[in-house]
Protein backbone atom coordinates (compact mmCIF):
# COMPACT_ATOMS: atom_id res chain seq x y z
CA UNK A 1 0.00 0.00 0.00
CA UNK A 2 0.92 3.71 -0.82
CA UNK A 3 1.81 5.65 2.12
CA UNK A 4 0.56 9.57 2.12
CA UNK A 5 4.65 10.75 1.80
CA UNK A 6 4.62 8.43 -1.41
CA UNK A 7 1.21 9.80 -2.61
CA UNK A 8 2.56 12.77 -2.37
CA UNK A 9 5.67 12.52 -4.29
CA UNK A 10 3.51 10.95 -7.31
CA UNK A 11 1.24 13.62 -7.36
CA UNK A 12 3.84 16.32 -7.48
CA UNK A 13 5.52 14.15 -9.83
CA UNK A 14 2.52 14.00 -11.80
CA UNK A 15 1.94 17.65 -11.58
CA UNK A 16 5.68 18.49 -12.57
CA UNK A 17 5.91 16.39 -15.24
CA UNK A 18 2.13 17.96 -16.63
CA UNK A 19 3.94 21.88 -15.91
CA UNK A 20 6.75 20.43 -18.15
CA UNK A 21 4.81 19.08 -20.97
CA UNK A 22 2.82 22.29 -20.72
CA UNK A 23 6.17 24.42 -20.61
CA UNK A 24 6.96 22.53 -24.05
CA UNK A 25 3.83 22.62 -25.76
CA UNK A 26 3.79 26.27 -25.06
CA UNK A 27 7.14 27.13 -26.24
CA UNK A 28 6.59 24.77 -29.46
CA UNK A 29 3.39 26.84 -29.92
CA UNK A 30 5.16 30.34 -29.64
CA UNK A 31 8.21 29.01 -31.79
CA UNK A 32 5.07 27.95 -34.66
CA UNK A 33 3.67 31.18 -33.87
CA UNK A 34 7.07 32.79 -34.38
CA UNK A 35 7.34 30.70 -37.67
CA UNK A 36 4.27 31.56 -38.87
CA UNK A 37 4.70 35.42 -38.50
CA UNK A 38 8.23 35.10 -40.41
CA UNK A 39 6.63 33.18 -42.95
CA UNK A 40 3.83 35.79 -43.09
CA UNK A 41 6.79 38.19 -43.38
CA UNK A 42 8.32 36.24 -45.85
CA UNK A 43 5.38 36.89 -48.24
CA UNK A 44 5.67 40.55 -47.90
CA UNK A 45 7.86 41.84 -51.18
CA UNK A 46 8.85 45.79 -50.86
CA UNK A 47 8.60 47.32 -54.34
CA UNK A 48 11.35 49.53 -54.83
CA UNK A 49 11.58 52.33 -58.11
CA UNK A 50 15.50 53.06 -58.46
CA UNK A 51 18.39 54.14 -60.05
CA UNK A 52 20.58 51.53 -61.94
CA UNK A 53 23.46 50.69 -59.77
CA UNK A 54 22.27 52.12 -56.49
CA UNK A 55 21.34 49.09 -54.60
CA UNK A 56 23.69 46.45 -55.01
CA UNK A 57 22.54 42.49 -55.28
CA UNK A 58 24.80 42.20 -51.72
CA UNK A 59 23.15 45.06 -50.19
CA UNK A 60 19.35 43.64 -50.69
CA UNK A 61 20.14 40.42 -49.73
CA UNK A 62 21.83 40.77 -46.54
CA UNK A 63 18.24 43.43 -45.69
CA UNK A 64 16.79 40.56 -46.74
CA UNK A 65 18.14 37.55 -44.51
CA UNK A 66 17.98 39.84 -41.31
CA UNK A 67 14.37 41.15 -41.69
CA UNK A 68 12.77 38.49 -43.54
CA UNK A 69 11.25 40.55 -46.24
CA UNK A 70 11.51 40.38 -49.83
CA UNK A 71 12.93 43.24 -51.99
CA UNK A 72 11.97 43.63 -55.74
CA UNK A 73 13.85 46.59 -57.24
CA UNK A 74 12.82 48.85 -60.83
CA UNK A 75 15.98 50.23 -62.35
CA UNK A 76 15.39 52.90 -64.75
CA UNK A 77 18.29 54.78 -66.49
CA UNK A 78 17.87 58.91 -65.88
CA UNK A 79 15.33 61.08 -63.97
CA UNK A 80 13.40 61.54 -67.67
CA UNK A 81 12.66 57.54 -67.18
CA UNK A 82 12.01 57.67 -63.41
CA UNK A 83 9.56 60.74 -63.55
CA UNK A 84 7.63 58.66 -66.32
CA UNK A 85 7.29 55.16 -64.18
CA UNK A 86 6.28 57.59 -61.36
CA UNK A 87 3.64 59.65 -63.13
CA UNK A 88 1.83 55.79 -64.63
CA UNK A 89 2.54 54.13 -61.37
CA UNK A 90 0.63 57.21 -59.47
CA UNK A 91 -2.52 56.72 -61.91
CA UNK A 92 -2.47 52.86 -61.78
CA UNK A 93 -2.37 51.76 -57.58
CA UNK A 94 -2.25 48.15 -58.92
CA UNK A 95 1.54 48.93 -60.22
CA UNK A 96 2.58 50.82 -57.20
CA UNK A 97 5.96 50.98 -55.47
CA UNK A 98 6.62 51.57 -51.70
CA UNK A 99 9.73 53.39 -51.96
CA UNK A 100 11.08 55.41 -54.80
CA UNK A 101 14.78 56.97 -55.13
CA UNK A 102 14.61 60.64 -57.13
CA UNK A 103 17.13 63.57 -57.07
CA UNK A 104 16.23 66.59 -55.12
CA UNK A 105 15.19 68.66 -57.73
CA UNK A 106 12.37 66.41 -58.40
CA UNK A 107 11.04 66.84 -55.29
CA UNK A 108 8.91 69.70 -55.06
CA UNK A 109 6.82 69.03 -58.20
CA UNK A 110 6.63 65.63 -57.03
CA UNK A 111 5.45 66.35 -53.66
CA UNK A 112 2.94 68.99 -55.32
CA UNK A 113 1.39 66.57 -57.08
CA UNK A 114 0.90 63.72 -54.57
CA UNK A 115 3.62 61.14 -56.66
CA UNK A 116 5.62 60.86 -53.12
CA UNK A 117 4.30 60.37 -49.49
CA UNK A 118 6.57 61.58 -46.46
CA UNK A 119 8.25 59.51 -44.26
CA UNK A 120 7.88 59.42 -40.79
CA UNK A 121 11.33 60.17 -38.78
CA UNK A 122 9.88 58.30 -35.42
CA UNK A 123 10.26 55.36 -36.83
CA UNK A 124 14.04 55.62 -38.39
CA UNK A 125 15.94 54.45 -35.09
CA UNK A 126 19.60 55.72 -37.54
CA UNK A 127 18.00 59.24 -38.43
CA UNK A 128 20.59 61.05 -36.19
CA UNK A 129 23.39 59.53 -38.78
CA UNK A 130 21.75 61.90 -41.97
CA UNK A 131 23.97 65.07 -41.21
CA UNK A 132 22.00 67.85 -40.93
CA UNK A 133 23.59 70.24 -43.35
CA UNK A 134 20.97 68.58 -46.12
CA UNK A 135 17.80 69.71 -43.92
CA UNK A 136 18.06 73.31 -45.44
CA UNK A 137 20.02 74.01 -48.32
CA UNK A 138 19.52 77.20 -50.62
CA UNK A 139 17.41 76.41 -53.62
CA UNK A 140 16.66 73.01 -52.68
CA UNK A 141 13.70 72.04 -50.89
CA UNK A 142 13.54 71.64 -46.84
CA UNK A 143 14.41 67.61 -46.59
CA UNK A 144 11.35 67.04 -44.16
CA UNK A 145 9.32 64.01 -45.47
CA UNK A 146 12.59 62.71 -47.91
CA UNK A 147 15.68 60.84 -46.80
CA UNK A 148 18.63 61.97 -48.72
CA UNK A 149 21.48 59.33 -48.97
CA UNK A 150 23.79 60.68 -51.56
CA UNK A 151 24.91 64.58 -52.46
CA UNK A 152 27.29 65.71 -55.48
CA UNK A 153 28.10 69.06 -56.42
CA UNK A 154 28.55 69.57 -60.56
CA UNK A 155 32.13 71.02 -60.72
CA UNK A 156 34.81 70.76 -63.49
CA UNK A 157 37.69 67.85 -63.47
CA UNK A 158 40.82 69.30 -65.51
CA UNK A 159 44.49 67.59 -65.84
CA UNK A 160 47.46 69.11 -64.40
CA UNK A 161 49.00 71.18 -64.65
CA UNK A 162 46.12 74.06 -64.65
CA UNK A 163 46.61 76.33 -67.15
CA UNK A 164 47.12 79.97 -66.03
CA UNK A 165 44.33 81.26 -67.55
CA UNK A 166 41.93 78.41 -66.54
CA UNK A 167 38.30 79.90 -66.60
CA UNK A 168 37.22 81.45 -63.77
CA UNK A 169 33.22 81.17 -64.91
CA UNK A 170 31.27 78.37 -66.91
CA UNK A 171 30.32 80.53 -69.76
CA UNK A 172 33.33 81.38 -70.45
CA UNK A 173 34.29 77.30 -70.23
CA UNK A 174 31.57 77.27 -73.09
CA UNK A 175 32.34 79.87 -75.01
CA UNK A 176 36.19 80.00 -75.53
CA UNK A 177 37.38 77.95 -78.74
CA UNK A 178 40.57 76.90 -76.37
CA UNK A 179 38.16 74.45 -74.98
CA UNK A 180 36.37 73.53 -77.96
CA UNK A 181 36.04 69.47 -78.28
CA UNK A 182 38.20 69.21 -74.94
CA UNK A 183 35.29 68.89 -72.83
CA UNK A 184 33.47 65.86 -71.64
CA UNK A 185 29.74 65.79 -69.91
CA UNK A 186 27.15 63.13 -68.91
CA UNK A 187 23.71 63.17 -70.49
CA UNK A 188 22.10 65.29 -67.90
CA UNK A 189 19.07 67.58 -68.25
CA UNK A 190 19.55 69.05 -65.17
CA UNK A 191 22.85 69.74 -65.89
CA UNK A 192 22.21 71.22 -69.39
CA UNK A 193 19.15 73.00 -68.24
CA UNK A 194 21.66 75.09 -65.35
CA UNK A 195 24.23 75.55 -67.99
CA UNK A 196 21.77 77.15 -70.57
CA UNK A 197 20.83 79.41 -67.66
CA UNK A 198 24.42 80.50 -66.70
CA UNK A 199 24.68 81.11 -70.74
CA UNK A 200 21.96 83.23 -71.29
CA UNK A 201 20.14 80.29 -73.51
CA UNK A 202 17.17 79.02 -71.56
CA UNK A 203 14.17 78.91 -72.46
CA UNK A 204 15.34 78.15 -75.84
CA UNK A 205 15.93 74.25 -75.41
CA UNK A 206 17.28 74.05 -79.14
CA UNK A 207 19.84 76.91 -78.78
CA UNK A 208 21.35 75.77 -75.03
CA UNK A 209 22.03 71.87 -76.45
CA UNK A 210 23.36 73.61 -79.65
CA UNK A 211 25.74 75.76 -77.50
CA UNK A 212 26.63 73.37 -75.24
CA UNK A 213 27.32 70.35 -77.67
CA UNK A 214 29.14 72.58 -79.77
CA UNK A 215 32.00 72.92 -77.68
CA UNK A 216 31.62 69.55 -75.85
CA UNK A 217 30.77 65.41 -76.12
CA UNK A 218 27.70 64.34 -74.16
CA UNK A 219 28.09 61.28 -73.39
CA UNK A 220 24.27 58.98 -73.78
CA UNK A 221 24.04 57.66 -70.80
CA UNK A 222 22.95 59.60 -67.85
CA UNK A 223 24.50 57.23 -65.32
CA UNK A 224 27.85 57.74 -66.80
CA UNK A 225 31.37 57.14 -64.93
CA UNK A 226 33.75 59.32 -64.91
CA UNK A 227 36.15 56.28 -66.31
CA UNK A 228 33.95 56.40 -69.46
CA UNK A 229 34.05 59.95 -69.87
CA UNK A 230 37.53 59.89 -69.80
CA UNK A 231 37.67 57.91 -72.81
CA UNK A 232 35.35 59.99 -74.96
CA UNK A 233 38.39 61.64 -77.36
CA UNK A 234 40.54 61.65 -74.35
CA UNK A 235 39.18 65.09 -73.09
CA UNK A 236 41.05 67.09 -70.88
CA UNK A 237 38.35 68.66 -68.75
CA UNK A 238 35.17 66.89 -68.05
CA UNK A 239 31.86 67.97 -66.23
CA UNK A 240 31.08 65.58 -63.01
CA UNK A 241 30.34 65.91 -59.56
CA UNK A 242 32.58 66.29 -56.83
CA UNK A 243 32.72 62.75 -55.36
CA UNK A 244 34.02 60.91 -58.73
CA UNK A 245 37.06 62.99 -57.71
CA UNK A 246 37.63 60.34 -54.79
CA UNK A 247 37.38 57.38 -57.29
CA UNK A 248 39.55 56.15 -60.00
CA UNK A 249 40.58 57.54 -62.42
CA UNK A 250 40.14 60.69 -61.14
CA UNK A 251 41.69 59.83 -58.23
CA UNK A 252 45.13 60.44 -59.89
CA UNK A 253 47.04 63.36 -59.19
CA UNK A 254 46.86 63.96 -62.79
CA UNK A 255 43.37 65.35 -62.45
CA UNK A 256 42.18 68.59 -59.98
CA UNK A 257 38.60 69.08 -59.18
CA UNK A 258 37.49 72.76 -59.48
CA UNK A 259 34.58 74.90 -59.62
CA UNK A 260 34.56 78.01 -62.18
CA UNK A 261 32.77 81.52 -60.42
CA UNK A 262 29.37 81.67 -59.41
CA UNK A 263 29.89 78.00 -58.22
CA UNK A 264 28.79 74.61 -58.46
CA UNK A 265 25.35 72.94 -58.74
CA UNK A 266 24.22 70.95 -55.83
CA UNK A 267 21.97 67.84 -55.85
CA UNK A 268 21.06 65.30 -53.41
CA UNK A 269 19.51 61.63 -54.04
CA UNK A 270 16.83 60.55 -51.75
CA UNK A 271 14.10 58.34 -50.95
CA UNK A 272 10.27 58.81 -50.07
CA UNK A 273 7.32 56.87 -50.15
CA UNK A 274 4.78 56.32 -52.78
CA UNK A 275 1.39 57.69 -52.19
CA UNK A 276 -0.29 54.00 -52.80
CA UNK A 277 2.14 52.09 -50.48
CA UNK A 278 0.66 49.60 -48.37
CA UNK A 279 3.97 48.09 -46.53
CA UNK A 280 4.73 51.28 -45.05
CA UNK A 281 6.31 50.19 -41.82
CA UNK A 282 8.39 47.80 -44.19
CA UNK A 283 9.43 50.09 -46.04
CA UNK A 284 11.19 52.38 -43.07
CA UNK A 285 12.63 48.85 -42.18
CA UNK A 286 14.64 49.14 -45.27
CA UNK A 287 15.06 52.88 -45.42
CA UNK A 288 16.69 52.52 -41.82
CA UNK A 289 19.15 49.92 -42.55
CA UNK A 290 20.07 52.21 -45.69
CA UNK A 291 20.91 54.46 -43.20
CA UNK A 292 23.32 51.90 -41.47
CA UNK A 293 27.09 52.80 -41.58
CA UNK A 294 28.28 50.11 -43.89
CA UNK A 295 25.11 50.51 -46.13
CA UNK A 296 25.55 54.01 -46.36
CA UNK A 297 29.52 53.01 -47.61
CA UNK A 298 27.73 50.30 -50.32
CA UNK A 299 25.95 52.89 -51.68
CA UNK A 300 28.77 55.71 -51.67
CA UNK A 301 30.80 53.02 -53.55
CA UNK A 302 28.01 51.51 -55.86
CA UNK A 303 26.80 54.98 -57.00
CA UNK A 304 30.64 56.64 -56.54
CA UNK A 305 29.12 59.89 -54.98
CA UNK A 306 29.42 61.33 -51.16
CA UNK A 307 27.20 60.38 -48.52
CA UNK A 308 24.73 62.03 -46.14
CA UNK A 309 25.94 59.94 -43.43
CA UNK A 310 28.16 61.53 -41.07
CA UNK A 311 29.73 57.39 -40.21
CA UNK A 312 31.18 58.01 -43.55
CA UNK A 313 34.03 60.38 -41.96
CA UNK A 314 35.17 57.92 -39.74
CA UNK A 315 35.85 55.71 -42.22
CA UNK A 316 39.18 55.23 -44.41
CA UNK A 317 36.99 56.57 -47.38
CA UNK A 318 38.31 59.80 -48.91
CA UNK A 319 37.37 63.22 -46.61
CA UNK A 320 35.40 64.05 -49.98
CA UNK A 321 33.02 61.70 -49.17
CA UNK A 322 31.68 62.89 -46.34
CA UNK A 323 28.80 65.34 -45.23
CA UNK A 324 30.97 68.05 -43.84
CA UNK A 325 32.65 68.38 -47.11
CA UNK A 326 29.44 70.56 -48.37
CA UNK A 327 30.78 73.58 -46.07
CA UNK A 328 33.94 73.68 -48.03
CA UNK A 329 32.18 74.32 -51.18
CA UNK A 330 30.69 77.20 -52.63
CA UNK A 331 27.16 76.40 -54.06
CA UNK A 332 25.32 78.51 -56.98
CA UNK A 333 21.32 78.31 -56.71
CA UNK A 334 19.66 78.43 -60.02
CA UNK A 335 15.44 77.86 -61.02
CA UNK A 336 14.41 74.22 -61.52
CA UNK A 337 11.98 74.23 -64.54
CA UNK A 338 8.39 73.99 -62.82
CA UNK A 339 7.02 72.09 -65.61
CA UNK A 340 8.78 68.68 -66.43
CA UNK A 341 8.07 68.46 -69.71
CA UNK A 342 10.86 70.83 -70.18
CA UNK A 343 13.28 68.27 -69.32
CA UNK A 344 11.58 65.52 -71.58
CA UNK A 345 12.03 68.00 -74.49
CA UNK A 346 16.15 68.33 -73.35
CA UNK A 347 16.20 64.10 -73.57
CA UNK A 348 14.67 64.00 -76.71
CA UNK A 349 17.33 66.78 -77.82
CA UNK A 350 20.07 64.70 -76.51
CA UNK A 351 18.63 61.66 -77.85
CA UNK A 352 18.85 63.21 -81.13
CA UNK A 353 22.28 63.52 -81.17
CA UNK A 354 23.57 59.95 -79.94
CA UNK A 355 20.90 58.77 -83.06
Known sequence: MMTGARKKITILSILLGAALIGAAVGVYLNLQLNREKELERARVTLRVLTYKGLLSANLLKEFEEHAQIRVQTEEVANPEELWDRLETSALNPSQAFDLVSLFSYQVPLAAQLGRI??????????IGLVS??????????????????????VGVMHREPTPPSFPKSWRELFS??????????????????????????????????????????????????????????????LVVSHGEAAFPPLQSPEWKFTIP???????????????????????????????????????????????????????????????????????????????????????????????
Not at 284 to 310: C, I, K, V
Open 117 to 126: RAIDEEKLPN
Open 132 to 153: PDFRYLPGEPAFKGVLPVLWGV
Open 176 to 237: ENRFKGKLALPSSTFLVWELGELLGTVPDLKKTVAKITSHAVVVSDFLTPASALTNESNPSV
Open 261 to 355: GVGGFFWSLVFALHPYSRKVNEAHELLDFLLEFRSALSLSENFRQASTNRRVEESDLDARLGPSYLRQIPLHSLEIPKDFNRAREIRELLNQLNQ
